[in-house]
């Protein structure tokens, strides 16, 4: 970080390659738009390199700041507009073995998570895909939506709990 706060290219670039994949799968998830999630990605880093302009920003956890950063733009992205259905994976893997039933019930699967997803609160979703998309940490987590760890695990179970019963209930053919 101190490389970082001498504006040392190198040090900038090397955070930018680090994190900005993960920034910007974060943002695609929840945002469900490439050129949105993009723009999010570009404004972390730029929200980022002002801070540190500022003489402020992280002094530890980079990882968690950057991600606050996103989920700040976000959350303002989801005060000026309705969310889409959020996209879990860019495509489904092809497999020639693959016989077009079980291609077309993977992808019925994924659209029901789809809008399942997309019916849990702000909070529920974005613990979500932190912890099960991006395999971040609850402790992680907790700094990026700047909640108490046990807020997060209750947050977790929430959702998950909401999730089962949204796809129970889809099963049922009530979504």
């Not at 947050?155 to 009530?174: N, P």
Request: aromatic content about 8%.
């Amino acid at each position: 970080m101190e490389r970082a706060r001498r504006f040392e290219a190198q040090a900038l670039e090397e955070i930018f390659d680090r994190y900005s994949p993960g920034i910007y799968r974060y943002a695609f998830r929840l945002l469900g738009d490439a050129e949105m999630a993009s723009e999010c990605m570009a404004e972390t880093f730029s929200r980022f390199l002002n801070a540190l302009r500022q003489d402020s920003g992280p002094d530890d956890y980079l990882q968690a700041y950057l991600y606050r950063i996103a989920h700040n733009w976000i959350t303002d992205f989801y005060r000026r507009r309705v969310p889409p259905a959020m996209p879990l994976e860019n495509d489904i893997p092809a497999n020639p073995a693959d016989e077009p039933h079980h291609l077309v019930a993977a992808e019925l699967e994924k659209q029901q998570l789809r809008t399942a997803l997309s019916l849990l609160t702000p909070d529920q979703r974005q613990v979500i895909v932190l912890k099960y998309l991006e395999e971040c940490e609850n402790k992680t987590i907790a700094r990026v939506l700047q909640k108490p760890v046990g807020a997060i695990k209750a947050l977790q179970h929430r959702a998950i709990e909401s999730l089962r019963r949204i796809l129970l209930g889809h099963e049922d053919g009530s979504i």
